[in-house]
């Protein structure tokens, strides 16, 4: 500032403060404007199935894939009322995509975690009972195995480019997925199940592993719900229920606040 002394007469002056040149051309302060908040993390939820692909199917004919998408939407619209994250689908609608483009989806979009949803069947219909599912190169039992198998297959919809790849690049491909991805999805895992439990019934070691196409995002923590088995009279009759489906989406959502809480 310039400070300029301006005579009166008689005597009398008067002083008074200028701003200098320099002061009127530097930029203004940015300090009053707002801080560029991050953006929400985005949950990427996976229908299970869709189009040409029915999925299992139940004991009185309900579709998997119908199922899957119903519960999916539940979850959205719960985690989207939270208010705490961006949610989106890999289908909104019954159409068919190939495993390896639901990754794709997920990857391009940014995903912070990704939720496949399936509801598969069994040759024993006694079994029911809802499990979480992450990725491994070896199964961590027959069954899941088999479900890892049938699961895979369902590429089988979309033509030759997407048949399932050899034991020996399956491996290669798990290999690729970072430590701190495979930790992700484990506590995940852990949380799905541990929300599910004394709501939902469950497979005993709910937590189980295998090579899941679908899970194969090796930036993006990754889990495979799966809801029930159609095969079962039981739990097919629960998924059909809108308020066992509802149970379902809370519990999930459950799971996913604690996952975000602590990673």
Known sequence: MLTRRVLLGAGVAVSFLLPDRAALSAPRSTAHRPVA???KPLVMLDPGHGGKDP????????YEKHIALATAQELRRMLALAGRYRVELTRT????IPLQERVAIAQR?????????HADALSDHSVR???VYTLSDTASDSQTAALAQRE?????FGGPQFR???PEVARILASLVRQETRIGSARMAHGVVG???GDVPLLANPARHAGFVVLKAADIPSVLVEMGFMSNKADEAALRRPAHRMKVAAAMKQAVDAYFRHA
């Open 109 to 117: 979009k940014g995903a912070s975690l990704f939720v496949s949803m």
């Open 129 to 131: 009972g809802a499990s």
């Open 93 to 96: 609608r019954d159409i068919f």
């Open 37 to 39: 908040r991050a953006p």
């Open 164 to 166: 399932n790849t050899s």
């Open 55 to 62: 999925g299992a199917i139940g004991v009185s004919g309900t």
């Open 195 to 197: 929300a599910l439990r």
């Open 152 to 156: 895979n297959a369902a590429d089988r």
